[in-house]
T-cell receptor, first 115, second 115 residues
Framework: AQSVTQLDSHVSVSEGTPVLLRCNYSSSYSPSLFWYVQHPNKGLQLLLKYTSAATLVKGINGFEAEFKKSETSFHLTKPSAHMSDAAEYFCVVSLPDTGRRALTFGSGTRLQVQP | DAGITQSPRHKVTETGTPVTLRCHQTENHRYMYWYRQDPGHGLRLIHYSYGVKDTDKGEVSDGYSVSRSKTEDFLLTLESATSSQTSVYFC??????????????FGAGSRLTVL
């Protein structure tokens, strides 16, 4: 079985300060991991993905995430927050050979960016 | 959201009436999914399809049925809508092969209100 836990339901930062959104996963196999972003009243958009290549993954809009197998973590970071980053972020885990099975979503972290 | 459209985008209905949501894709992806999104629950899988006429239940399938008679269309039906099915419904597609095999692409969502 696989699961994913997003450790913070809400994160608030000031514009220009670093962003850290935390995600821990549980999987019996080497997983694929993803971060998705959802802006208000929109669908989900892929930010970045890890699929067993480089452990530091760069995504869109300056975001990156580091896969740490020893810590079973895949935290999302950005050096400097922008107002447009305010959104909900979802960490997602799947097995490498997902086949028919779907991906497992975390419960989401809402990021607020203060001016 | 390129390649995937949901209809209707908004619907208000009364308890006990049937409702059908449609997901249409132009990407020829094998896998299609229906999720519901509710505050505090993230995204929960209702049903998914791994090919024409091949479907399976997700974690919250009670009260829902699906059909996929063509690759491009995946229908979600609420036979007799209840207030607990008030939610935002998202369709997603996934190739199942190639470098983006596990990457989901989401529709813009369908907001359903059951009075």
């Amino acid at each position: 079985a696989q699961s994913v836990t997003q450790l913070d339901s809400h994160v608030s930062v000031s514009e220009g300060t670093p962003v850290l959104l935390r995600c821990n996963y549980s999987s019996s196999y080497s997983p694929s991991l993803f971060w998705y972003v959802q802006h208000p009243n929109k669908g989900l958009q892929l930010l970045l993905k890890y699929t067993s290549a480089a452990t530091l993954v760069k995504g869109i809009n300056g975001f990156e995430a580091e896969f740490k197998k020893s810590e079973t973590s895949f935290h999302l970071t950005k050096p400097s927050a922008h107002m447009s980053d305010a959104a909900e972020y979802f960490c997602v885990v799947s097995l490498p050979d997902t086949g028919r099975r779907a991906l497992t979503f975390g419960s989401g972290t809402r990021l607020q960016v203060q001016p | 959201d390129a390649g995937i459209t949901q209809s209707p985008r908004h619907k208000v209905t009364e308890t006990g009436t049937p409702v059908t949501l449609r997901c249409h894709q132009t990407e020829n992806h094998r896998y299609m999914y229906w999720y519901r999104q509710d505050p505090g629950h993230g995204l929960r899988l209702i049903h998914y399809s791994y090919g024409v006429k091949d479907t399976d239940k997700g974690e919250v399938s009670d009260g829902y049925s699906v059909s996929r008679s063509k690759t491009e269309d995946f229908l979600l039906t609420l036979e007799s809508a209840t207030s607990s099915q008030t939610s935002v419904y998202f369709c997603a597609i996934r190739p199942g092969q190639g470098s983006g095999a596990n990457v989901l692409t989401f529709g813009a969502g369908s907001r359903l209100t059951v009075l």
